[in-house]
Protein backbone atom coordinates (compact mmCIF):
# COMPACT_ATOMS: atom_id res chain seq x y z
CA UNK A 1 0.00 0.00 0.00
CA UNK A 2 1.02 3.48 -1.15
CA UNK A 3 2.61 5.19 2.15
CA UNK A 4 0.35 7.80 3.19
CA UNK A 5 -0.21 11.50 3.67
CA UNK A 6 3.14 13.28 3.18
CA UNK A 7 4.30 11.38 -0.05
CA UNK A 8 0.78 11.21 -1.85
CA UNK A 9 1.42 13.40 -4.38
CA UNK A 10 3.47 11.27 -5.28
CA UNK A 11 0.75 8.64 -6.42
CA UNK A 12 -1.63 10.56 -8.26
CA UNK A 13 -1.75 12.53 -11.22
CA UNK A 14 -1.15 16.12 -11.41
CA UNK A 15 -1.60 18.96 -13.92
CA UNK A 16 1.03 21.35 -14.73
CA UNK A 17 0.31 24.13 -17.53
CA UNK A 18 -1.25 22.10 -20.29
CA UNK A 19 0.08 18.67 -19.26
CA UNK A 20 0.22 16.35 -16.96
CA UNK A 21 2.81 15.48 -14.38
CA UNK A 22 3.28 11.80 -12.34
CA UNK A 23 5.62 11.15 -9.79
CA UNK A 24 7.33 14.27 -10.69
CA UNK A 25 7.68 13.38 -14.94
CA UNK A 26 5.28 14.31 -17.27
CA UNK A 27 3.20 12.42 -18.05
CA UNK A 28 1.76 11.77 -21.03
CA UNK A 29 -1.91 10.34 -21.46
CA UNK A 30 -2.39 7.77 -24.31
CA UNK A 31 -4.76 4.98 -24.47
CA UNK A 32 -8.44 3.55 -24.65
CA UNK A 33 -12.05 3.50 -23.03
CA UNK A 34 -13.88 0.39 -22.57
CA UNK A 35 -17.30 0.31 -21.68
CA UNK A 36 -18.14 -2.94 -19.87
CA UNK A 37 -15.51 -3.02 -17.22
CA UNK A 38 -17.73 -2.84 -14.81
CA UNK A 39 -19.45 -5.77 -15.91
CA UNK A 40 -17.51 -8.50 -18.08
CA UNK A 41 -16.45 -11.25 -15.90
CA UNK A 42 -12.75 -11.04 -14.54
CA UNK A 43 -10.87 -12.39 -17.16
CA UNK A 44 -12.99 -9.81 -19.34
CA UNK A 45 -11.14 -7.32 -17.74
CA UNK A 46 -8.19 -8.89 -17.74
CA UNK A 47 -8.20 -9.32 -21.58
CA UNK A 48 -8.87 -5.99 -22.12
CA UNK A 49 -6.63 -4.16 -19.34
CA UNK A 50 -3.49 -6.33 -20.49
CA UNK A 51 -4.25 -5.69 -23.98
CA UNK A 52 -3.67 -1.70 -23.51
CA UNK A 53 -1.12 -2.27 -21.43
CA UNK A 54 0.34 -3.69 -24.35
CA UNK A 55 -0.10 -1.06 -26.94
CA UNK A 56 1.36 0.95 -24.44
CA UNK A 57 -1.81 2.94 -22.58
CA UNK A 58 -1.38 4.79 -19.94
CA UNK A 59 -4.93 5.50 -18.96
CA UNK A 60 -8.37 3.50 -19.76
CA UNK A 61 -11.40 5.27 -19.39
CA UNK A 62 -15.16 3.77 -18.56
CA UNK A 63 -18.20 4.47 -17.25
CA UNK A 64 -20.19 3.96 -13.91
CA UNK A 65 -22.98 1.83 -15.64
CA UNK A 66 -25.80 0.85 -14.98
CA UNK A 67 -29.37 2.33 -13.86
CA UNK A 68 -32.35 0.42 -13.98
CA UNK A 69 -35.48 1.51 -12.69
CA UNK A 70 -36.58 -0.99 -9.53
CA UNK A 71 -35.60 -4.59 -9.60
CA UNK A 72 -39.70 -5.40 -9.03
CA UNK A 73 -40.42 -3.62 -12.58
CA UNK A 74 -42.96 -1.29 -10.63
CA UNK A 75 -40.97 1.55 -11.79
CA UNK A 76 -40.47 1.00 -15.79
CA UNK A 77 -37.33 -0.39 -16.19
CA UNK A 78 -36.16 1.53 -20.57
CA UNK A 79 -33.63 -1.18 -21.06
CA UNK A 80 -32.67 -4.81 -20.70
CA UNK A 81 -30.35 -4.99 -17.87
CA UNK A 82 -30.88 -8.81 -17.56
CA UNK A 83 -29.91 -9.56 -21.25
CA UNK A 84 -27.48 -11.99 -21.65
CA UNK A 85 -26.02 -10.86 -24.75
CA UNK A 86 -21.97 -11.01 -24.45
CA UNK A 87 -20.65 -8.43 -22.17
CA UNK A 88 -19.24 -6.25 -24.94
CA UNK A 89 -23.44 -5.93 -26.72
CA UNK A 90 -24.53 -5.10 -22.87
CA UNK A 91 -25.05 -8.60 -22.11
CA UNK A 92 -25.18 -7.36 -18.20
CA UNK A 93 -26.92 -10.62 -16.76
CA UNK A 94 -28.53 -8.44 -14.27
CA UNK A 95 -25.42 -6.13 -12.97
CA UNK A 96 -26.87 -2.82 -12.14
CA UNK A 97 -25.27 -0.18 -9.91
CA UNK A 98 -28.71 1.92 -9.00
CA UNK A 99 -32.06 1.70 -8.49
CA UNK A 100 -35.30 2.75 -7.57
CA UNK A 101 -36.37 1.07 -4.39
CA UNK A 102 -39.76 1.57 -4.94
CA UNK A 103 -40.66 0.24 -0.86
CA UNK A 104 -38.55 3.21 0.18
CA UNK A 105 -39.46 5.13 -2.36
CA UNK A 106 -36.25 6.66 -2.41
CA UNK A 107 -32.79 5.49 -4.74
CA UNK A 108 -30.40 2.54 -3.85
CA UNK A 109 -27.08 1.16 -4.55
CA UNK A 110 -26.06 -1.74 -5.00
CA UNK A 111 -22.87 -2.68 -3.68
CA UNK A 112 -22.49 -6.17 -4.48
CA UNK A 113 -19.12 -7.73 -5.79
CA UNK A 114 -21.29 -10.07 -7.87
CA UNK A 115 -23.81 -7.92 -9.24
CA UNK A 116 -23.46 -4.04 -8.24
CA UNK A 117 -20.19 -1.76 -7.62
CA UNK A 118 -18.10 -3.74 -5.77
CA UNK A 119 -17.09 -5.15 -9.23
CA UNK A 120 -14.99 -2.35 -9.95
CA UNK A 121 -12.67 -3.38 -7.08
CA UNK A 122 -11.38 -5.76 -9.42
CA UNK A 123 -10.86 -3.43 -11.90
CA UNK A 124 -9.27 -1.09 -9.67
CA UNK A 125 -7.23 -3.77 -8.34
CA UNK A 126 -6.26 -4.94 -11.74
CA UNK A 127 -4.94 -1.69 -13.31
CA UNK A 128 -2.94 -0.72 -10.33
CA UNK A 129 -1.08 -3.96 -10.98
CA UNK A 130 -0.37 -3.07 -14.42
CA UNK A 131 0.21 0.47 -13.65
CA UNK A 132 -3.08 1.65 -15.74
CA UNK A 133 -4.75 4.52 -14.64
CA UNK A 134 -8.49 4.84 -14.59
CA UNK A 135 -10.56 7.71 -15.87
CA UNK A 136 -13.64 7.04 -14.09
CA UNK A 137 -17.51 8.91 -15.68
CA UNK A 138 -19.59 8.63 -12.43
CA UNK A 139 -22.74 8.59 -14.26
CA UNK A 140 -23.84 8.52 -17.41
CA UNK A 141 -26.32 10.70 -19.76
CA UNK A 142 -27.26 8.46 -22.24
CA UNK A 143 -29.77 5.70 -22.31
CA UNK A 144 -28.17 3.03 -23.40
CA UNK A 145 -27.69 1.41 -19.78
CA UNK A 146 -29.98 3.37 -18.16
CA UNK A 147 -27.95 6.85 -17.03
CA UNK A 148 -29.18 9.84 -16.78
CA UNK A 149 -32.00 9.54 -18.89
CA UNK A 150 -33.37 6.44 -16.43
CA UNK A 151 -32.80 8.16 -13.32
CA UNK A 152 -35.82 10.98 -14.94
CA UNK A 153 -38.25 8.23 -15.34
CA UNK A 154 -37.24 7.39 -11.33
CA UNK A 155 -39.80 10.89 -10.65
CA UNK A 156 -41.56 11.65 -14.01
CA UNK A 157 -43.64 8.07 -14.92
CA UNK A 158 -44.43 9.51 -18.43
CA UNK A 159 -40.92 10.75 -18.82
CA UNK A 160 -39.72 9.73 -22.69
CA UNK A 161 -35.93 8.42 -22.30
CA UNK A 162 -35.31 9.27 -26.26
CA UNK A 163 -36.85 12.52 -26.70
CA UNK A 164 -38.17 14.14 -23.57
CA UNK A 165 -38.64 17.98 -24.18
CA UNK A 166 -37.19 17.86 -19.86
CA UNK A 167 -33.96 16.01 -21.46
CA UNK A 168 -31.89 18.08 -21.17
CA UNK A 169 -32.29 20.22 -18.14
CA UNK A 170 -34.77 18.69 -15.54
CA UNK A 171 -31.86 16.39 -13.97
CA UNK A 172 -29.62 19.54 -13.60
CA UNK A 173 -32.63 21.57 -12.17
CA UNK A 174 -34.71 19.61 -10.11
CA UNK A 175 -33.60 19.36 -6.17
CA UNK A 176 -34.38 15.70 -5.86
CA UNK A 177 -31.79 15.15 -8.83
CA UNK A 178 -28.88 16.94 -7.27
CA UNK A 179 -29.78 15.47 -4.41
CA UNK A 180 -29.43 12.16 -5.83
CA UNK A 181 -26.40 13.16 -8.12
CA UNK A 182 -24.11 13.72 -4.94
CA UNK A 183 -25.43 11.07 -2.60
CA UNK A 184 -23.99 9.09 -5.37
CA UNK A 185 -20.94 10.93 -5.65
CA UNK A 186 -20.32 10.48 -2.29
CA UNK A 187 -21.32 6.60 -1.56
CA UNK A 188 -18.58 6.28 -4.78
CA UNK A 189 -16.03 8.15 -3.35
CA UNK A 190 -15.79 6.66 0.39
CA UNK A 191 -16.43 2.86 -1.11
CA UNK A 192 -13.56 0.73 1.09
CA UNK A 193 -12.40 -1.27 -2.10
CA UNK A 194 -12.19 -5.17 -0.37
CA UNK A 195 -9.17 -6.24 -2.16
CA UNK A 196 -7.04 -3.09 -1.27
CA UNK A 197 -8.44 -1.97 1.57
CA UNK A 198 -8.36 1.60 0.55
CA UNK A 199 -11.41 3.96 -0.60
CA UNK A 200 -12.06 4.80 -4.04
CA UNK A 201 -10.75 8.36 -3.22
CA UNK A 202 -7.42 7.15 -2.20
CA UNK A 203 -6.87 4.70 -5.03
CA UNK A 204 -3.69 5.58 -6.85
CA UNK A 205 -4.89 3.67 -9.90
CA UNK A 206 -7.32 6.30 -10.58
CA UNK A 207 -6.20 9.13 -12.93
CA UNK A 208 -9.80 11.28 -12.69
CA UNK A 209 -12.94 11.78 -12.08
CA UNK A 210 -15.53 12.87 -15.28
CA UNK A 211 -18.53 14.36 -13.62
CA UNK A 212 -20.58 12.65 -16.07
CA UNK A 213 -20.20 10.74 -19.88
CA UNK A 214 -21.25 14.04 -21.78
CA UNK A 215 -23.78 16.08 -19.92
CA UNK A 216 -25.89 17.80 -22.13
CA UNK A 217 -27.00 20.50 -20.47
CA UNK A 218 -29.15 23.05 -21.93
CA UNK A 219 -26.81 26.30 -21.07
CA UNK A 220 -29.32 28.86 -22.87
CA UNK A 221 -31.82 28.01 -19.52
CA UNK A 222 -30.52 29.84 -16.26
CA UNK A 223 -30.73 29.07 -12.29
CA UNK A 224 -33.08 31.56 -10.26
CA UNK A 225 -30.21 33.44 -9.79
CA UNK A 226 -29.49 34.22 -13.50
CA UNK A 227 -26.22 31.74 -14.13
CA UNK A 228 -26.22 29.82 -17.10
CA UNK A 229 -27.48 25.99 -15.98
CA UNK A 230 -24.74 24.32 -17.39
CA UNK A 231 -22.03 26.27 -15.74
CA UNK A 232 -24.05 26.51 -12.49
CA UNK A 233 -24.54 22.87 -12.25
CA UNK A 234 -20.66 21.63 -13.40
CA UNK A 235 -19.32 24.50 -10.93
CA UNK A 236 -21.47 23.20 -7.70
CA UNK A 237 -20.73 19.59 -8.65
CA UNK A 238 -17.37 19.95 -9.42
CA UNK A 239 -16.71 21.81 -6.01
CA UNK A 240 -18.29 18.87 -4.40
CA UNK A 241 -16.23 15.98 -5.93
CA UNK A 242 -13.18 17.67 -4.82
CA UNK A 243 -14.64 18.14 -1.41
CA UNK A 244 -14.74 14.55 -0.97
CA UNK A 245 -11.76 13.54 -2.87
CA UNK A 246 -8.17 15.56 -2.23
CA UNK A 247 -6.22 13.32 -4.74
CA UNK A 248 -7.88 13.04 -8.07
CA UNK A 249 -8.20 15.21 -10.89
CA UNK A 250 -12.16 16.06 -11.93
CA UNK A 251 -13.27 17.07 -15.17
CA UNK A 252 -16.78 17.57 -16.79
CA UNK A 253 -16.21 14.31 -19.41
CA UNK A 254 -18.18 16.71 -21.94
CA UNK A 255 -17.39 16.68 -25.75
CA UNK A 256 -16.30 20.23 -25.46
CA UNK A 257 -18.22 21.67 -28.55
CA UNK A 258 -17.47 25.29 -29.69
CA UNK A 259 -19.96 27.83 -31.44
CA UNK A 260 -22.85 25.81 -29.75
CA UNK A 261 -24.99 27.82 -27.87
CA UNK A 262 -26.78 25.12 -25.85
CA UNK A 263 -23.42 23.93 -24.94
CA UNK A 264 -20.62 25.43 -22.34
CA UNK A 265 -17.75 26.97 -24.63
CA UNK A 266 -15.10 24.74 -23.68
CA UNK A 267 -12.73 28.35 -22.67
CA UNK A 268 -15.39 29.36 -20.07
CA UNK A 269 -15.73 25.08 -18.54
CA UNK A 270 -11.89 25.55 -18.39
CA UNK A 271 -12.34 29.01 -15.88
CA UNK A 272 -13.86 26.79 -13.46
CA UNK A 273 -11.30 26.45 -10.79
CA UNK A 274 -12.72 23.29 -9.73
CA UNK A 275 -11.92 21.86 -13.27
CA UNK A 276 -8.65 20.41 -13.72
CA UNK A 277 -8.69 19.72 -17.29
CA UNK A 278 -10.58 19.91 -20.26
CA UNK A 279 -12.08 17.13 -22.55
CA UNK A 280 -13.42 17.21 -26.55
CA UNK A 281 -14.78 14.09 -28.33
CA UNK A 282 -15.25 14.37 -31.70
CA UNK A 283 -16.68 11.36 -34.16
CA UNK A 284 -16.54 12.81 -37.91
CA UNK A 285 -19.15 10.06 -39.25
CA UNK A 286 -21.86 11.58 -36.62
CA UNK A 287 -20.55 15.22 -36.68
CA UNK A 288 -20.37 16.38 -40.28
CA UNK A 289 -16.39 16.64 -40.01
CA UNK A 290 -13.42 15.89 -42.60
CA UNK A 291 -10.59 13.95 -40.82
CA UNK A 292 -8.60 17.32 -41.77
CA UNK A 293 -11.16 19.54 -39.68
CA UNK A 294 -10.54 17.35 -36.70
CA UNK A 295 -6.77 18.04 -37.01
CA UNK A 296 -8.06 21.91 -37.00
CA UNK A 297 -9.35 21.02 -33.74
CA UNK A 298 -7.15 19.54 -32.21
CA UNK A 299 -5.17 22.85 -32.86
CA UNK A 300 -7.81 24.92 -31.45
CA UNK A 301 -8.19 22.91 -28.56
CA UNK A 302 -4.63 23.15 -27.70
CA UNK A 303 -4.78 27.03 -28.05
CA UNK A 304 -7.61 27.06 -25.81
CA UNK A 305 -5.91 25.15 -23.45
CA UNK A 306 -2.71 27.37 -23.67
CA UNK A 307 -4.99 30.35 -23.09
CA UNK A 308 -6.55 28.91 -19.69
CA UNK A 309 -3.01 26.97 -18.33
CA UNK A 310 -4.57 24.17 -17.86
CA UNK A 311 -4.23 20.54 -20.00
CA UNK A 312 -7.18 19.34 -22.85
CA UNK A 313 -7.40 15.47 -23.06
CA UNK A 314 -9.40 14.27 -26.29
CA UNK A 315 -11.31 11.90 -24.52
CA UNK A 316 -13.38 10.25 -26.99
CA UNK A 317 -12.43 10.15 -31.09
CA UNK A 318 -13.52 7.44 -33.51
CA UNK A 319 -13.96 7.32 -36.90
CA UNK A 320 -15.51 4.14 -38.66
CA UNK A 321 -13.53 1.01 -39.84
CA UNK A 322 -15.45 1.06 -43.66
CA UNK A 323 -13.63 4.22 -44.33
CA UNK A 324 -10.79 2.60 -46.50
CA UNK A 325 -8.61 5.19 -44.85
CA UNK A 326 -9.57 5.00 -41.12
CA UNK A 327 -5.98 3.60 -40.38
CA UNK A 328 -4.80 6.95 -41.82
CA UNK A 329 -7.15 9.65 -40.55
CA UNK A 330 -6.18 8.12 -36.97
CA UNK A 331 -2.63 8.54 -37.38
CA UNK A 332 -3.02 12.09 -38.63
CA UNK A 333 -4.85 12.78 -35.28
CA UNK A 334 -2.56 11.22 -32.61
CA UNK A 335 0.37 12.34 -34.93
CA UNK A 336 -1.08 15.85 -34.40
CA UNK A 337 -1.85 15.61 -30.63
CA UNK A 338 1.72 14.28 -29.93
CA UNK A 339 3.55 17.24 -32.22
CA UNK A 340 0.85 19.88 -30.69
CA UNK A 341 3.07 20.43 -27.03
CA UNK A 342 -0.18 21.46 -25.65
CA UNK A 343 -2.25 18.83 -26.14
CA UNK A 344 -2.49 16.47 -23.54
CA UNK A 345 -3.55 13.34 -24.77
CA UNK A 346 -6.09 10.92 -26.29
CA UNK A 347 -8.16 7.96 -25.33
CA UNK A 348 -9.65 6.25 -28.40
CA UNK A 349 -13.29 5.03 -28.79
CA UNK A 350 -13.59 2.07 -27.69
CA UNK A 351 -11.34 -1.09 -27.68
CA UNK A 352 -13.06 -4.53 -26.81
CA UNK A 353 -11.37 -8.11 -26.03
CA UNK A 354 -12.07 -11.49 -26.39
CA UNK A 355 -15.11 -12.14 -24.54
CA UNK A 356 -17.60 -14.88 -23.51
CA UNK A 357 -20.31 -15.83 -25.91
CA UNK A 358 -22.37 -18.36 -24.15
CA UNK A 359 -25.92 -16.91 -24.09
CA UNK A 360 -27.26 -18.37 -21.27
CA UNK A 361 -24.07 -17.62 -18.60
CA UNK A 362 -24.87 -15.67 -15.43
CA UNK A 363 -22.67 -14.44 -12.61
CA UNK A 364 -20.86 -15.21 -10.88
CA UNK A 365 -20.42 -18.43 -12.91
CA UNK A 366 -18.91 -16.40 -15.13
CA UNK A 367 -15.83 -15.55 -13.44
CA UNK A 368 -14.34 -19.46 -14.48
CA UNK A 369 -15.68 -19.50 -18.26
CA UNK A 370 -13.01 -19.43 -20.71
CA UNK A 371 -12.62 -16.83 -23.18
CA UNK A 372 -14.36 -17.53 -26.80
CA UNK A 373 -13.69 -15.25 -29.33
CA UNK A 374 -13.78 -11.25 -29.85
CA UNK A 375 -17.52 -10.00 -29.95
CA UNK A 376 -19.53 -8.91 -32.72
CA UNK A 377 -19.14 -5.23 -33.69
CA UNK A 378 -22.54 -3.10 -32.55
CA UNK A 379 -22.74 -1.59 -35.74
CA UNK A 380 -20.99 1.84 -35.45
CA UNK A 381 -17.30 0.01 -36.74
CA UNK A 382 -15.64 2.26 -33.81
CA UNK A 383 -14.34 -1.17 -32.25
CA UNK A 384 -10.28 -1.94 -32.02
CA UNK A 385 -9.25 -5.62 -31.10
CA UNK A 386 -5.84 -7.44 -31.21
CA UNK A 387 -7.15 -9.40 -33.90
CA UNK A 388 -5.42 -10.02 -36.78
CA UNK A 389 -8.08 -11.70 -38.16
CA UNK A 390 -10.88 -8.72 -37.10
CA UNK A 391 -12.98 -7.79 -40.50
CA UNK A 392 -12.89 -5.28 -41.62
CA UNK A 393 -9.12 -5.75 -42.27
CA UNK A 394 -8.67 -1.74 -41.29
CA UNK A 395 -9.82 -2.43 -38.03
CA UNK A 396 -6.06 -4.48 -37.18
CA UNK A 397 -4.63 -1.58 -39.31
CA UNK A 398 -5.82 1.21 -37.16
CA UNK A 399 -5.06 -1.37 -34.14
CA UNK A 400 -1.57 -0.81 -35.16
CA UNK A 401 -1.62 2.43 -35.69
CA UNK A 402 -3.17 3.19 -32.17
CA UNK A 403 -0.64 0.98 -30.26
CA UNK A 404 2.64 2.28 -31.77
CA UNK A 405 1.08 5.65 -31.06
CA UNK A 406 0.40 4.77 -27.80
CA UNK A 407 3.86 3.55 -26.90
CA UNK A 408 5.98 6.45 -28.60
CA UNK A 409 3.34 8.69 -26.34
CA UNK A 410 3.79 7.31 -23.01
CA UNK A 411 7.36 6.25 -23.42
CA UNK A 412 8.45 9.41 -21.10
CA UNK A 413 6.56 8.80 -18.43
CA UNK A 414 7.24 7.17 -15.18
CA UNK A 415 7.85 3.37 -14.80
CA UNK A 416 4.72 1.57 -14.02
CA UNK A 417 4.31 0.43 -10.65
CA UNK A 418 2.29 -2.10 -8.72
CA UNK A 419 -0.22 -0.48 -6.56
Not at 263 to 285: K, N, Q, S
Not at 316 to 325: C, I
Request: glycine share 8%; proline share 5%; with cysteine.
Amino acid sequence: MPPAHTERNHWFVRTSGTGFTYRGKSFGVAGFNNHYLGWGSRAEVDDVLETAKRAGASVVRSILHSVIGSVDESVPNTWNWRSTADSSNLGMHGTYLLSWDSSRHTWAFNDSTITGLGRWDYVIWKAGQLGLKLDIALLDFWQWAGGVQQVCRWFLPDYNVSNDPRRYTFFFTDERTRTFYQNWVGHVLNRRNTLTGRKYKDEPAIFAWDLMNEPEVDNTKTTADGQPLAENWIAEMSAYVKSIDVNHLVCVGGEGFYDRSSFVDPARELAIPTVDFGTWHTYPDYHGLTPGQVVDLIHRHSETARKAGKPVLLQEFSYSALHDDQAEALRSWVDAIAQDESSAGWLYWRLVGRVISAPTRDFPAAEDDPLDGFAPDNGEHFDVAANPDATPATVWGSMQVLATAGREFTNRNAPAEKL
